[in-house]
């Protein structure tokens, strides 16, 4: 049974671009949620998709919007990349909403 | 912000020694959540208390949750050079659907 996946591994933009990472949940979950994690802090709470609708959003500017697919599969975007995007991009899926997470191994954004 | 704090940020033992990491919360919760972290990539889940839990246990593991106080603590016991990573708390606030984390604390076990 395949967890998360996540790709790609790494990515190098630069300031002003745009870039799409993509997350594949754990079979059977029907929830994603992606994380942002800048180094030494705590993952912060980007968005939720559930049932191909954005459920819950935190704190982050409409330059980072997502999507969800009929296979739950979901992308994130970010646009106009800026240096303080730089971080690690984490997805996670679940079944029942708070309940425990399963993590993918993290997309590494360096934004130069 | 309704991020909780974790303390100790950083804490280093000795091989066999425990460890307890401590995590203080805003307002009522559902759940209460840790997961491990090992260089900086995907977090592992860990254990989850609920809120009418007091105390869980998980092989070495054992979470204790005092909602009168707002916080929760996770003893590691027995600790093992592999249980060297970063720990984090991350909780369920009731009437909301995503899980808020903690900053961390970086758990360093010297053989």
């Known amino acids: 049974d395949a967890g998360v996946t996540q790709s790609p591994t790494h990515l190098i933009k630069t300031r002003g671009q745009q870039v799409t990472l993509r997350c594949s949940p754990k079979s059977g979950h029907d929830t994603v949620s992606w994380y942002q994690q800048a180094l030494g802090q705590g993952p912060q709470f980007i968005f939720q998709?559930?049932?191909?609708?954005?459920?819950q959003r935190g704190n982050f500017p409409d330059r980072f919007s997502g999507h969800q697919f009929p296979n739950y599969s979901s992308e994130l975007n970010v646009n106009a990349l800026l240096l303080g995007d730089s971080a690690l991009y984490l997805c996670a899926s679940s079944l029942p909403v708070g309940e425990k997470l399963f993590f993918g191994s993290g997309t590494q954004l360096s934004v130069l | 912000s309704q991020q909780g704090e974790e303390d100790p940020q950083a804490l280093s033992i000795q091989e066999g020694e425990n460890a307890t990491m401590n995590c203080s919360y805003k307002t009522s919760i559902n759940n209460l959540q840790w997961y491990r972290q090992n260089s900086g990539r995907g977090l592992v889940h860990l254990i989850l208390i609920r809120s009418n839990e007091r105390e869980k246990h998980s092989g070495r593991l054992r979470v204790t949750l005092d909602t009168s106080k707002k916080s929760s603590s996770l003893l590691i016991t027995a600790s093992r050079a592999a249980d060297t990573a970063s720990y984090f708390c991350a909780t369920l606030y009731q009437g909301a659907q995503k899980l808020v984390f903690g900053q961390g604390t970086r758990l360093t076990i010297n053989p």
């Open positions: 998709y559930y049932e191909e609708e954005e459920r």
